[in-house]
């Protein structure tokens, strides 16, 4: 067995409609290895949610999704739902951008995870009860037995996210994919969440995909990352050469564009242009458009998967580094 | 300023008016036999005299009660009058009472309801309190009451269902008005020094006519069925008025041995208000995504 | 919990005060004098002093408005021209057969309505949403009383199957009797163990229960899969199912307690629709209930009679909403908040 | 100094069913003409709250605001119309801040047409002028806002705020909403036309980067009160009080080396319905003593531009 | 056991007064087979003019001023009181001072007296025909003193103590009335007889129709005309036509514009399709009225003809009664459960309509209608109205109808003629001492009505009747609006 936790392989995802059929994921690939924080960014409609649904099965039929995902091993485009429920929340389980509305108002917020924990593993209730309390601890919800019988509305967001994080580890999850669980919440908070996630992976040998369009974040938390454009992931691998040196003309760019505490520059440099209509179908690069390194190849030809360094790839024409043959069919024509 | 070029939206994002009909047209079949048959029963009422084989209202006993046939293709009733031509006239009567119905309790309704959401406090506590004492009476009572006092007859009815119905108007408007009232562009247009009433009319109003529409197009089947509830207990329409709950209400003692006499009339109430609804339906997909089927 | 119940009854009292003015103002419009209309027949100069005292009409409005509201309050609707009795005293003999029609209909409704409006969302789509949707707008476009001809003509018509109209067959009316002991007679009837009175009060209902049910049930069906639809798109579903959770308990406890308050406000209408409805059913079917009653009494001018029971009706009303109000409590959590 | 805008003792006190929510406590600050001052601090700490009283969008519960030398607050609604032309706001989300009903030349048009009385072709010339001021065309006068990106709203937005013309802008969060490779845009136009139109901005964010970038001088909230004002550099490079020095640590560095710099405060946010009585931040706080749980500190100066609300300021290389 | 023998009568409405004082309206099916009067009136052409009923015999004196009537011996109310010429007495003094319903009917009544427990002496001041007065079908019912006293309310709470065949056994108010048999009866019972009567409230015709082709019910209230016979072929079923008292027109109001113009008036008796009516609204059980006194009564005038359906002519009249063409609206009231009235007014209404004539319908109960027509002001042009006397005499429709009032009470044509009124009393006078003279000016009163087109007389109409033709022993009685149960068997 391999030890990728998260394996995603030309995963394309169309959602068909007669108004337009979007093509939300184009050839995407990536993987999360045991026990890493894979982090993956990119700007708002990049596909970064899209995937993630992806990975767990649950983007429902209006989706057509091809490709291969697998998770932990097990394949699952194409599997029913009973099989699905199978991995969901034992092997994998997921947490939301917005702490808010992913607990169900009208419940206790202990009572959502406990039912989250008898769902997937077998046990007494009272067991249960004292594993969510645990897993509450862990989180360092402050006062575990009332935090318990508290319901959402009763909670500030940072404790929401807490209990989301609880309700994943309770489970305990091969993987756990968090879409955004910090972006609704305030920095200082985002600080505590961080810390939460970094320790609880040392401690737990938990695998992470984390998505975020926070470059910050993913340098203070993630392992690699993986920076989605237009429904692909354009560079991917370790965050300390991705953000050190980036490969791909858009990670670059998009770095520049944050305003760092510190910077005292006059103009902040910014990428001209749009995101492509996901609705069109894109001939060559995606992010030619808006490239300052374009050259003619890039209209014409998808660009193949490079690798830049032992475990850094980019889908750039001009992107230095030798070309991985191999992977040139696969990232190949849309 | 050089660091906005290429800054264009994308025209494609947007789709054409004419490629969202055609998609609507295909995924909401129904909405279009909606519109269809409304269209159909509009033309009815507009073209009833060159249409009808019979005058509605001519008496005839030696045709009476006829059982449907070519010449007569509804029949005729206890009076030897053409079903068929009578149930076309109905539908000018149908359609009169939707529109005017709906037409006077949102003149009422939308005003109460735009200035109890957008001013609030007390003055939405006194509107509303005012609108939920006719929202407290069961419905189609209130409209009994009404008539009790005003004396039976179609006009009376109608405004008796309009003020008995309007307060909904009032909610609907109110509730997306204060819903409305927390957009920022309120908020922005009160920065810039626009008055009220201009919010009011000018933001307020444009952006919460949907719900009303959406509404006042679900609610003209109802008010067809109520007004003709309120024929068929002897306090609506009242003849030569061509009603069809009225039909109905005067074949009720035969329709047991001369189906004809009351099923026509009562398919003709069916039919209408399932155009009318499906096209609301339609409508109000059209402009409530929150409702469309499927994700 | 008692601040917010004390609230809600203050409201509920406030808005039947403004019931009040509306039927005292209608009352008030009448064509012509209103004593007149409210006296009906030939009263004698006596009776029209009497009436006019009553009414105190020399007085202001205001005044009389007062003792308007005294009176209601004392229960007093004032005399039926048709039965010539107190108008509270008839409203209350036949109150109860219009509650056991409607109530019935209500938990008709419910039980159907409900579980068939959350198969439809469910299955979005699906054979059983399309049929679901399309029963739903075809119910809702079904005048009441055609429903109600029609079931006759097929039940009674045709097959023969149930009684045409009334509440009970005559002789077992007679023959079996059985101590009104809540008015209800299905109850009655198995109260007393009497079988028979029992399946003749359950045969007889049939059909009204069944007409007065079917626009509503549309319209629950209809709603409950909207808000259905609504909540299965919320986020928190969306979390349940990514834990594995199962569907049907998904469905029928995180998902339907969360449907439960617009659920219970679209019940708390269907009741008030029911109530109307009821007029219009009571009629078709002869039955001995308020609806009956005040169509009898509307064509008889029967003037006290209709604001009574308007009165009576919407009192019912408001406290079926007060009711339900009360439960929005129970549900909703985030309205326990302190 | 002479203040443009002078906020003294401002208040606002929202009712709600569970309590009393003291959104803004006695806030006091000057902004001078063409002067960049920020407002920063975590959500709900009553940095909208200030923007919408300031401009009298909601009323303010004591206090006063003065704007020019003339007191905002006391002013009547018809006095205040003729105001407003001078102090104008651009609100957090573009998406919400348009009216998606009315086209770009009647939204931009507006403020124009009633407090001008600006009509027909001039009106319109006018608009235009505006929109290229942001970077639009006039092909672009007669769609709605739906038809625009996010960028182009707040261009939009900010065309709208502009038509005025204003001394002053309020920015409230005006690139919360939007991805980081357009933030740098508006930005980078907010800069240009301020250089253009030597107008000031108070500036409201949680996003200190974008405060470092922007701001000339910021102030720190925390729960409705300022804990600490100053130069930017010299508050971001030695923070004297520990919510923000707490703040700046906790913000991730896109140094991945730095990644064990995050440092990250523990405990709650008050609830704002049930302040304690000391300072607010005694809970978190980690060199909070008794007295910092007991007496609530006042701001005071420390430097000439600076001042702090803190019992024990923590002390850094002045310069 | 023995099945009992129910009998199951649809009545269109509940009894509402159940004081024999005061019932005056649907009650008589309940008041006849639970109560009895003095006498019973016969079906014409029978050989006696009454039955006795209470009265074994009874004379008048040579002056026509006091009757003696000998009362049935060994009768117990219901209630198990006594009957005898006290009760008797008592229940027509308590009928007659309570001024309520059919009191009028006694008003002439000087002095009563109880001579002994069998005699009743009744003394006038004018000759009355007395035998007449005591067997109306309302008011003239005995009752159980001991009931009176409890009072209007104890009736009314559904209790009933008569001496009749039937005594009241269960009333559930607006759904049925169930009537058991008396066993003491002084008249006896036969093989076949009900044991009991139920009278079931079933306010719809069409409902009652199916009742009766089901079996559910024996007997029914509301036979539409043109039912009767297809109802007639069904099998188990007789409909069927006797004849009747009764007669049906439409008043004109002579004081209301514009029908207070005598021209117009007559313009609106041609627009009436008199043939139409009578063949197929009434399905040819009438006949076209002639005059206001029916055919089967003594005293009608047959020399009159009705006018003529002719809207040319009513088109030439119009234009001579000088109303001018936007005032030639009229409201026409009458029973809105009616079948016959309410297509009779739609057919006039589309007939008027061809001339010019604009008519508002009116329908209503009966009740609401009348209260308005007394009233000018609230009163309609056309008041729909079908009457039959309370005791036989041509006077009840020629007094009661068109006699001037000071205040209407039945007068809704709101006519009055001093000179018509003359030739009325000498009539109503001659009628005690020389019939054939008063005959005379009956027929003259009658012809000024025509003359002066106070109403439109459109038929003389026929009582319809629809049972289970398994029923045997019913009788004819156009005196009567009630089945008598108790002569009636079931095969
Ligand atoms: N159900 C759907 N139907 C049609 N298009 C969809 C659907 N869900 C997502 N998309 C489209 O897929 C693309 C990717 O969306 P996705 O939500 O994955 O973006 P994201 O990277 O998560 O953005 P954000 O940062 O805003 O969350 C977008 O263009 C979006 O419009
Ligand atoms: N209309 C209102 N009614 C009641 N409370 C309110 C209202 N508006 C704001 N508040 C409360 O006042 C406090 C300050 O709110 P404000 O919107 O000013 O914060 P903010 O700093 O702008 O937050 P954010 O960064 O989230 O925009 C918060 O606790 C908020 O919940
Ligand atoms: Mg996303
Ligand atoms: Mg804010």
Redesign the pocket.
């Known amino acids: 067995m391999s030890d990728k936790v998260l394996e995603i392989r030309n995963l394309n995802?169309t959602?068909p409609?007669l108004e337009r059929n979007?093509h939300?994921?184009r050839n995407c690939t990536l993987h999360v290895n045991r026990g890493e924080i894979l982090g993956l960014v990119?700007?708002?409609?990049?596909?970064?949610?899209?995937?993630?649904?992806a990975a767990l099965g649950l983007?429902?039929s209006?989706?057509r999704v091809k490709g291969n995902i697998r998770v932990v091993g097990r394949e699952i485009i194409d599997r029913s739902e009973a099989e699905l429920q199978e991995i969901r929340g034992r092997k994998v389980a997921m947490i939301f951008?917005n702490p808010f509305t992913a607990l169900n108002p009208f419940f206790q917020v202990g009572r959502q995870v406990m039912d989250a924990l008898l769902n997937s593993h077998f046990m007494s209730k009272e067991e249960a009860r004292k594993r969510v309390f645990q897993a509450f601890k862990d989180v360092r919800l402050p006062d575990p037995e009332i935090a318990f019988n508290r319901y959402p509305h009763q909670m500030s967001g940072g404790q929401l996210q807490r209990v989301m994080i609880a309700m994943a580890l309770v489970c305990e999850p091969e993987l756990l994919i968090a879409?955004?669980p910090t972006t609704a919440l305030d920095v200082t908070v985002q600080a505590q969440i961080i810390l939460l996630l970094r320790e609880l992976v040392a401690k737990k040998n938990l695998s992470i995909l984390f998505?975020t369009?926070d470059l910050g974040v993913v340098a203070a938390l993630c392992d690699r990352v993986a920076v989605?454009y237009a429904?692909m992931v354009v560079e991917s691998g370790p965050v300390v050469d991705v953000l050190a040196t980036p490969s791909h003309p858009y990670t670059s760019a998009l770095m520049k564009t944050v305003p760092a505490l510190g910077q005292t520059k006059d103009d902040l440099s910014y990428i001209p242009g749009q995101v492509p209509d996901?609705s069109v179908p894109i001939i060559g690069c995606a992010f030619a458009e808006r490239c300052t390194k374009v050259s003619e190849v890039c209209h014409k030809q998808a660009p193949p998967r490079r690798a830049v360094l032992t475990d850094q790839f980019s889908f750039c024409h001009n992107a230095s580094g030798p070309v991985a043959l191999d992977e040139i069919v696969a990232g190949g024509r849309l | 300023m050089s660091s906005l070029d290429g800054f264009q939206a994308n025209p494609a994002l947007q789709p054409s008016w004419t490629r969202r009909i055609s998609h609507f047209a295909s995924t909401n079949t129904l909405l279009f036999v909606g519109g269809g048959i409304f269209l159909l029963i509009i033309l009815a009422a507009l073209f009833a005299p060159w249409i009808v084989p019979f005058e509605p209202n001519k008496i005839d006993f030696s045709h009476k009660l006829l059982a449907p046939s070519l010449e007569h293709l509804m029949g005729t009733d206890a009076l030897g009058r053409d079903i068929f031509s009578r149930v076309v006239y109905g539908a000018q009567t149908s359609l009169i009472i939707g529109i005017t119905v709906l037409a006077i309790s949102m003149a009422i309704g939308v005003p109460i309801g735009l200035a109890a959401g957008y001013f609030g406090g007390k003055v939405d506590m006194l509107l509303m309190r005012i609108s939920d004492i006719f929202l407290a009476f069961p419905p189609l009572l209130l409209p009994i009451a009404i008539t009790a006092a005003l004396g039976a007859g179609l006009f009376n009815a109608m405004l008796a269902l309009a003020i008995s119905w309007f307060p909904w108007y009032a909610r609907i408007v109110r509730g997306s008005v204060m819903a409305i009232r927390k957009e920022l562009y309120i908020d922005a247009a009160r920065a810039m020094g626009v008055g009220s009433l201009r919010i009011m009319f000018r933001h307020a109003l444009p952006n919460s006519w949907t719900p009303a529409i959406v509404q006042g197009s679900m609610d003209f089947g109802y008010t067809i069925l109520a007004a003709a509830s309120l024929s068929f207990i002897g306090i609506g329409a009242k003849p030569p008025t061509i009603e069809w709950g009225l039909m109905v209400a005067l074949s009720r003692s035969k329709f047991l041995d001369y189906w004809w006499t009351a099923a026509f009339p009562g398919l003709a109430i069916f039919v209408t208000v399932l155009a009318v609804n499906l096209l609301g339906d339609g409508i109000r997909d059209m402009l409530d995504p929150k409702y469309r089927s499927g994700? | 919990m008692i601040k917010y119940v004390a609230q809600r009854l203050a409201l509920m009292i406030v808005i039947l005060a403004g019931v009040m003015v509306v039927t005292f103002a209608l009352s008030r419009v009448l064509p012509g004098s209103p004593i007149e209309m409210m006296l009906g027949h030939r009263p004698t100069q006596e009776q029209i002093d009497l009436a006019r005292a009553k009414l105190h009409v020399d007085e202001p409005i205001y005044t009389q408005f007062s003792y308007y509201v005294a009176d209601m309050v004392r229960g007093d609707f004032g005399e039926s021209l048709r039965t010539g009795r107190p108008v509270l005293e008839d409203v209350l003999e036949r109150m109860t057969a219009t509650f056991e029609v409607t109530t019935l209909a209500v938990i008709l409704v419910v039980l159907v309505g409900v579980p068939l409006g959350v198969l439809s969302a469910v299955k979005q789509n699906h054979l059983v949403d399309h049929g679901a949707r399309s029963f739903s707008i075809a119910g809702m476009a079904l005048p009441v009383f055609l429903i109600g001809m029609m079931l006759q003509m097929l039940f009674y018509g045709e097959l023969s199957w149930l009684p045409l109209q009334g509440r009970m067959n005559s002789e077992i009316l007679l023959d079996y009797e059985f101590p009104r002991v809540t008015g209800l007679y299905l109850i009655d009837t198995l109260l007393a163990g009497q079988w028979l009175a029992f399946k003749s009060a359950a045969a007889h209902l049939v059909l009204p229960v069944l007409t007065l049910s079917i626009a509503s049930l549309a319209v629950v069906t209809r709603i409950t899969r909207n808000t259905m639809v609504e909540v299965l798109a919320q986020d928190y579903i969306l979390t349940l199912k990514a834990y594995g959770m199962r569907k049907r308990r998904i469905y029928f406890l995180y998902a339907l307690k969360a449907t439960l308050i617009p659920m219970l406000t679209v019940i708390g209408l269907t009741y008030g629709f029911m109530l109307g409805g009821s007029v219009v059913v009571e009629y078709v079917f002869d039955w001995p209930g308020l609806g009956g009653y005040v169509v009898g009494a509307i064509t008889k001018n029967d003037f006290p009679a209709v604001m009574g029971v308007t009165l009576f009706l919407s009192t019912i009303y408001l406290s079926v909403n007060l009711v339900i109000d009360l439960l929005y409590y129970l549900v909703d959590p985030r309205l326990r908040a302190t | 100094m002479n203040a443009l805008l002078s906020v003294k003792n401002l208040q606002k006190v929202y009712p709600t069913k569970v309590g009393m929510i003291k959104a803004v406590d006695d806030v006091s600050f000057d902004v001078a003409a063409g002067e960049t001052v920020a407002l920063v601090g975590e959500s709900g700490c009553g940095k909208s709250s200030i923007a919408l009283s300031l401009l009298q969008l909601i009323s303010s519960d004591g206090g006063t605001v003065h704007f020019d030398g003339t007191d905002f607050t006391s002013l009547s609604d018809q006095q205040r119309q003729q105001f407003r032309k001078k102090l104008s706001i651009v609100f957090q989300n573009p998406f919400s801040s348009l009216n998606p009903k009315m086209r770009v030349r009647d939204i931009v048009g507006e403020p124009l047409k009633t407090v001008f009385g600006l009509k027909g072709s001039k009106l319109e010339e006018r608009v235009a002028q505006h929109l290229r001021d942001v970077g639009l065309g006039r092909e672009h006068l007669k769609r709605y806002p739906h038809e625009f990106s996010g960028g182009q709203r707040q261009r939009i937005a900010i065309a709208r705020a502009l038509a005025l013309e204003p001394r002053m802008l309020i920015l409230d969060e005006p690139t919360a909403a939007l991805d980081v490779s357009v933030q740098a845009q508006v930005l980078n136009l907010l800069k240009e036309l301020q250089a253009k139109h030597g107008l000031s901005f108070l500036f409201i964010s949680h996003n200190l980067a974008t405060v470092n970038y922007i701001a000339d001088r910021v102030m720190v909230m925390y729960l409705g009160r300022i804990v600490e004002s100053g130069p930017v550099h010299s508050i971001f490079s030695s923070p004297a009080h520990p919510y923000t020095q707490a703040l700046l640590a906790s913000i991730p560095s896109l140094d991945p080396l730095k990644k064990n710099q995050l440092v990250a405060l523990s405990g709650e946010v008050p609830s704002p319905l049930s302040l304690p009585a000391g300072c607010a931040f005694a809970n978190r706080c980690p060199y909070a003593s008794d007295l910092c749980r007991t007496l609530r500190p006042d701001l005071l100066s420390k430097s000439e531009a600076w001042a702090v609300a803190c019992h024990h300021p923590i002390q850094g290389e002045e310069d | 056991e023995a099945k009992t023998n129910t009998a199951t009568y649809a009545m269109y409405g509940d009894i509402k007064d159940w004081d024999p004082s005061i019932a005056f309206s649907l009650e008589v099916m309940m008041l006849a087979n639970v109560y009895e009067p003095l006498l019973w009136y016969n079906p014409p052409e029978s050989e006696e003019q009454f039955s006795p009923a209470l009265a074994t015999s009874w004379s008048v004196s040579d002056d026509g001023l006091t009757w003696t009537f000998k009362l049935r011996e060994g009768v117990k109310f219901h209630d198990g009181e006594p009957f005898n010429a006290a009760a008797a007495k008592a229940s027509i003094e308590r009928t007659k001072s309570m001024k309520k319903g059919a009191w009028y009917i006694w008003a002439s009544v000087d002095s009563i007296e109880a001579p002994d427990d069998t005699t009743l002496v009744i003394k006038t001041k004018k000759p009355q025909p007395i035998d007449l007065i005591a067997s109306s079908q309302y008011g003239a019912y005995m009752f159980s003193p001991k009931a009176a006293e409890k009072g209007t309310d104890w009736f009314n709470e559904g209790n009933a103590a008569g001496t009749g065949p039937y005594k009241l056994r269960q009333w559930v108010k607006d759904q049925q009335v169930v009537l058991e048999k008396n066993p003491e009866f002084h008249g006896g019972w036969k093989e076949g007889n009900f044991d009991r009567i139920i009278l079931k409230v079933v306010t719809e015709n069409a409902t009652q129709v199916q009742m009766l082709k089901s079996g559910e019910a024996d007997f029914i209230s509301l036979v539409p005309a043109d039912i009767v016979d297809s109802l007639n072929k069904e099998e188990g079923i007789s409909a069927y036509t006797v004849p009747s008292w009764k007669n049906s027109q439409f008043l004109i109001n002579t004081q209301k514009a514009p029908t207070n113009n005598k021209k117009f008036r007559q313009a609106l008796t041609h627009i009436w399709d008199y043939d139409t009516v009578v063949n197929d609204i009434l399905a040819g059980h009438a006949e076209v009225a002639r005059g206001a006194v029916p055919a089967t009564m003594w005293g009608h005038n047959a020399n009159i003809e009705p006018p003529a359906f002719d809207l040319e002519l009513a088109k030439k009249l119009i234009e001579d009664s000088g109303v001018p063409e936007d005032q030639r609206k009229i409201t026409i009231a009458y029973i809105g459960t009616s079948e016959a009235y309410k297509n009779s007014a739609l057919l006039f209404q589309e007939n008027a309509r061809q001339v010019g004539v604009e008519v508002e319908l009116l329908p209503g109960e009966w009740g609401v209608i009348w209260d308005r027509a007394k009233n000018l002001e609230t009163a309609p042009n056309l008041q729909s109205m079908t009457w039959w006397p309370t005791y036989p005499t041509p006077n009840d429709w020629l007094i009661g109808l068109f006699r001037t009032e000071d205040k209407a009470l039945f007068n809704l044509s709101h006519y009055s003629n001093p000179e018509y009124d003359k030739v009325l009393d000498a009539g109503v006078e001659l009628e005690g001492s020389d019939r054939d003279a008063a005959i005379k000016k009956y027929h003259e009163a009658q012809q000024i009505l025509i003359d002066d087109a106070v109403a439109i007389f459109y038929a003389d109409i026929m009582t319809r009747i629809a049972r289970q033709s398994n029923l045997e022993g019913l009788e004819a009685n156009p005196a009567y609006a009630a089945v008598f149960f108790h002569k009636v068997t079931r095969k």
């Open positions: 995802v959602f409609s979007v939300a994921i990119g700007e708002s409609g990049s596909g970064k949610s899209v995937t993630s649904m983007l429902g209006s989706a951008q879409d955004e998505i369009h989605m429904g996901m | 994700r």
